[in-house]
């Protein structure tokens, strides 16, 4: 079973502080990460799907110039991310100026992971 389905709204505080709905909470039982997506939004990856990344990027030849620049974007700024008390998640300044993310954001199931997009810009994706 996939453990990340569906879209939540939240608000993300002064200090980068945002609830994960705890449906999501769940799908995480051990260390998770919080990176820089792709087209403008953030993901949260469980330790597990990062090594599957790390293993297909072992496989991969270093030499190979497109594989070197997604390590460099995707690993640069990874942070580890854990709960507080409240379930709530700090962003970081940098990671949330990345996705444009300011007083609100939907964090959405994609199946394997979670992405943390600034709301509007989640809402224009999917053309609503």
């Known amino acids: 079973m996939l453990p990340f389905l569906g879209e939540y709204y939240h608000s993300v505080d002064s200090k980068g502080r945002m609830i994960i709905p705890s449906k999501f909470r769940d799908g995480f039982v051990e260390i998770f990460y919080l990176c820089k997506g792709f087209e403008d939004c953030l993901m949260i990856l469980s330790s597990n799907e990062v090594q599957k990344i790390e293993t297909k990027i072992k496989e991969t030849h270093l030499t190979n110039k497109d594989i070197r620049q997604f390590m460099r974007i995707f690993f640069s700024g990874m942070v580890d991310v854990s709960f507080d008390p409240q379930g709530r998640i700090l962003i970081p300044k ?12 939907a964090v959405v199931g994609t199946g394997l992971y979670l992405e943390i997009w600034q709301r509007e810009k989640w809402r224009r994706k999917i053309g609503r």
């Open 94 to 105: 940098s990671l949330r100026a990345f996705a444009g993310i300011d007083k609100e954001a």
